[in-house]
Nanobody, 114 residues
Framework: VQLVESGGGLVQAGGSLRLSCEASRIISSINIMGWYRQAPGKRRELVAT???????NYADSVKDRFTISRNNAEDTVNLQMNSLKPEDTAVYYCRAQTLGASFWGQGTQVTVSS
């Protein structure tokens, strides 16, 4: 599975961005798709995931601000990020998990200025 992210950029605090991840295969066969992020000097952490049934899971730090949406027909998973904070600055990675493997995208930079 190849994953290609897009939509990152520079935004002021309080602004919004929408990240998209397009998969090279039918994502309805992928158990979990999600978004992770890694800030400089920090470990990669979970942001949000979506099961094949669309059930979401969010990190506490992004609840009520971020929304993950999965479109099995278009093989995409998106992350709508609202009320962005400087601490949201990181490289955001798309991840696809099947029963026996895990795949990552190349990452997209999100920078939130104060």
């Amino acid at each position: 599975v190849q994953l290609v992210e897009s939509g990152g950029g520079l935004v002021q605090a309080g602004g919004s961005l929408r990240l998209s991840c397009e998969a090279s295969r039918i994502i309805s066969s992928i158990n979990i798709m999600g978004w992770y992020r890694q800030a400089p000097g920090k470990r990669r952490e979970l942001v949000a995931t979506s099961t094949v049934y669309g059930d979401p899971n969010y990190a506490d730090s992004v609840k009520d601000r971020f929304t993950i949406s999965r479109n099995n027909a278009e093989d995409t998973v998106n992350l709508q990020m609202n009320s962005l904070k400087p601490e949201d600055t990181a490289v955001y990675y798309c991840r696809a998990q099947t029963l026996g493997a895990s795949f990552w995208g190349q990452g997209t930079q999100v920078t939130v200025s104060s």
